[in-house]
């Protein structure tokens, strides 16, 4: 599926994993290769703020 979601949309495949299981990393790869690009582009962009989120909120635990 990585090989498919790049050459379909040009960057890898990026989801904030915590909280999900493999089954539902897999689920979001299957649904998101659907997306048309701009979609796609958006959805990427939520998951790098979702994941500099977590990291934020673990800085600011120490």
């Given at each position: 599926m990585n090989a498919a979601y790049n050459a379909r949309f040009g960057f890898p495949f990026i989801v904030a994993?915590?909280?999900?299981t493999r089954g539902d990393i897999l689920a979001a790869f299957e649904a998101r290769l659907a997306n048309?690009?701009?979609t796609e582009f958006e959805a990427a962009l939520t998951q790098i703020h979702r994941i500099a989120?977590?990291?934020l909120a673990d800085l600011l635990e120490d």
């Amino acid at each position: 599926m990585n090989a498919a979601y790049n050459a379909r949309f040009g960057f890898p495949f990026i989801v904030a994993v915590k909280g999900l299981t493999r089954g539902d990393i897999l689920a979001a790869f299957e649904a998101r290769l659907a997306n048309d690009p701009d979609t796609e582009f958006e959805a990427a962009l939520t998951q790098i703020h979702r994941i500099a989120g977590f990291r934020l909120a673990d800085l600011l635990e120490d």
